[in-house]
């Protein structure tokens, strides 16, 4: 058994870093193939000027040897190069410090999600088929498919533009409410769900009823035994809601003029400043990965009833 | 009477009519059903699934023929007219007001058809812009998850019917798409196919009028989205591929394309069908986002994404023009979910005690 536990831990990190290499390999050539250098816009340099910086930046040689010297740099250096729009500034401070506030938003959104979706989930299946289940599944059912967009305008339109009670910009930290809100209310939703159908699930086991019937009172049944094991599946979530942040955070961090990773993004690419655009779709890519990887071990780990194959 | 083993002698009993009660046995319950038939019973017997179906018709029909019969065209700037000064008088107009020369035109007696849901800041009539992007928000997700569809069911299909090393190999590079973060590849694509020569290379031809940013996100859902369909069939087929009747056909001389074609697919069709249903919603959600961000469609074409966005700028003063977009896209991806959904209880054997 612990030997079959490594071999999948094993191979799933090896399928993690394959992945890595193919996100980096595809994000180089992908943006290598595009036309037109990154110089093309600024029109004011002479052909002198431009073969300086073509070969500043290593730009003059060939593109399987700028791939090697470029994967060569991540693998050890960790340095995905300098911008070429912020004119003395590397890829990775960029990155770094829109992180710190992308991080911010996601790790709240992410514990608002999980703490609130667990709660609501496991009212909505204890009390199954009355009103407050109907509610909670109502809400929940038109959250999952609202696209962050859609769900960050109307935030912002209900209560910054309409109601006055809180700000549209999201560059203080008040400014931080809407953009975890947004962020958090669809994975949410998907919390709720995913908590409600594998609690219901557990509450008919054999183990339940066992307990009841040894005299285990409600309320040990229910975080001991019930709660316990209905939070495993939820586990597996983990991976696809980091996703949905990142992904959403694109988006809502436009919405909200919020100074993170994603607004970064979003400039780099109407920029077209192709070291930036590599740099995060790489690192985000690479994060996502890890996590999902992560979550799929733990989910082994956490319910030994799961065979490996 | 006494029958020998080696006469032709037949027994006279068996030619009497049959009586009632052996009648009995003959009478149908119930009309023999097929599965197809069966399905949309209990499909028509949800609720949620039936409203949703009605919700998509009605729209899709709408967007259909409503721009046949509009007087305004969505790309038209009503304010701007050939050898005249522009009209600003038509940018921004609310819901029912019009235009100074509209105004004249009905002080005079002569009927204009109202903008019911006003111009925006270009001076186009609203509602036509948001059925015209209703209609690319539902034809980008249709063809999307045909490509996918087939894609995925060729590949699939090869891989689940010949296993060995055309499997491995396949499924190998089916896990690294399947695992790399399908969003931000989409985007990186999209981004990266805005600036590649591709306006140009389809210029002069059917596809520029589709434009090429619908033709790239089309690109962008056929390399990544792939996957998944293929790694459903080809589960469909392992599985399939064991029956008995495979191994009969197999028996009296079918070849490979044979089985697959007549027993293979006929076989796991259902269960492709509702993940094809299911993957519409999440084709229209992608394009309305890559819009929302500015990487889909082509300007003046509208989009329910692109308009969103475009109606960020004017929030305060015209916020419907973006509860509009918004309630359409949500309207669309939970009707589509929920029918989707309602096709897969109907349609899926293993769910259906």
């Not at chain 1, 533009?161 to 560059?171: E, H, Q, W």
């Not at chain 1, 740099?279 to 799929?296: E, P, Q, R, W």
């Not at chain 2, 149908?28 to 609720?47: E, V, W």
């Not at chain 2, 009605?54 to 899709?60: D, E, M």
Request: aromatic share 8%; hydrophobic share 50%; proline share 5%.
């Amino acid at each position: 058994m612990k030997s079959k536990l490594l071999g999948y831990i094993l191979k799933r990190l090896l399928l993690a870093i394959l992945t890595i290499l193919a996100v980096i390999t595809i994000t180089f050539f992908v943006m290598h193939a595009v036309p037109g250098g990154p110089f093309v816009s600024e029109k004011a340099i002479s052909p002198e000027v431009q073969a300086a910086l073509e070969k500043k930046y290593g730009l003059d040689k060939s593109v399987p040897e700028q791939y090697i010297t470029y994967l060569k740099d991540i693998v050890t250096r960790f340095d995905f190069g300098p911008s070429l729009k912020m004119r003395g500034r590397d890829v990775i401070e960029v990155i770094g410090n829109g992180l710190k506030t992308s991080a911010k938003i996601g790790v709240i959104a992410s514990a608002i999600a999980l703490v609130f979706g667990i709660v609501l989930g496991a009212v909505a299946a204890l009390r199954r088929n009355k009103l407050i289940d109907r509610i909670i599944m109502i809400f929940t059912t038109a959250f999952v498919s609202m696209p962050s967009f859609i769900m960050g305008s109307f935030l912002l339109l209900v209560f910054a533009v309409s109601m006055k009670i809180l700000p549209a910009n999201g560059s203080t930290a008040e400014g931080l409410i809407l953009p975890v809100i947004t962020l958090s209310l669809s994975p949410l939703s998907h919390i709720t769900r995913l908590t409600r159908s594998s609690m219901l699930d557990v509450l008919g086991q054999d183990y339940i009823r066992t307990a009841k019937a040894k005299g285990v009172s409600g309320i040990k049944i229910l975080f001991g035994h019930a709660l316990k094991n209905s939070l495993i599946p939820v586990i597996t979530y983990f991976g696809p809601m980091l996703a949905y942040i990142v992904t959403g955070s694109l988006v809502v961090e436009q919405i909200f003029a919020v100074p993170g990773i994603g607004g970064n993004f979003v400039s780099s690419i109407t920029n077209r400043d192709y070291p930036l655009i590599m740099g995060t779709t790489i690192i985000l890519a690479a994060l996502i990965v890890i996590m999902n990887l992560v979550s799929d071990i733990l989910y082994k780990f956490a319910d030994p009833r799961i065979t490996l194959e | 009477m006494k029958k020998f083993p080696l006469t032709l002698h037949l027994n006279v009993d068996a030619f009497n009519p049959a009586t009632d009660a052996e009648k009995e046995y003959m009478v149908q319950m119930r009309p023999s059903t097929t599965f197809f038939k069966d399905g949309m019973k209990r499909l028509l017997k949800n609720k949620v699934a039936t409203v949703s179906m009605f919700v998509i018709i009605i729209i899709a029909l709408s967007c259909l023929i409503l721009p046949m019969l509009w007087p305004y065209s969505y790309a038209e700037q009503l304010g701007v007219k050939l050898g005249k000064p522009v009209d600003n008088s038509y940018n921004n107009l609310l819901p029912f007001q019009y235009g100074e020369t509209e105004m004249a035109k009905i002080a005079s007696g002569q009927s204009v058809f109202p903008h019911i849901m006003g111009t925006d800041s270009a001076g186009r009539d609203y509602f036509i812009r948001i059925v015209y992007g209703t209609r690319i928000s539902l034809a980008v997700g249709f063809f999307a998850s045909l490509i996918v569809l087939i894609l995925g069911m060729t590949v699939g299909s090869v891989a689940g019917y010949y296993g060995g090393k055309v499997d491995l190999i396949i499924m190998r590079v089916v896990d690294i798409i399947y695992s790399l973060p399908d969003m931000l590849m989409v985007i990186l694509l999209a981004a990266a196919l805005r600036q590649s020569g591709l306006a140009t290379a389809i210029e002069g031809t059917v596809l520029e009028k589709i434009g090429s940013n619908i033709i790239s996100l089309f690109i962008v859902f056929a390399l990544l989205y792939w996957v998944s369909m293929s790694r459903l069939i080809r589960g469909q087929i392992l599985s399939l591929r064991e029956q008995e009747y495979v191994l009969s056909a197999r028996a009296t001389g079918a070849r490979g394309r044979w089985i697959v074609t007549k027993h293979l697919i006929p076989n796991s069709i259902g269960v492709v069908i509702i993940s094809t249903a299911l993957q519409i919603p999440s084709a229209i959600f992608t394009e309305s986002y890559l819009s929302f961000l500015g990487l889909g469609v082509n300007a003046p074409m509208p989009s329910l994404g692109s308009l969103a966005s475009d109606a960020l700028n004017g929030i305060s003063s015209y916020p419907y023009r973006l509860i509009i977009p918004a309630v359409v896209i949500s309207l669309i991806v939970l009707s589509l979910n929920l029918f989707g959904d309602g096709l897969r209880d109907a349609f899926d054997p293993k769910l259906n005690n």
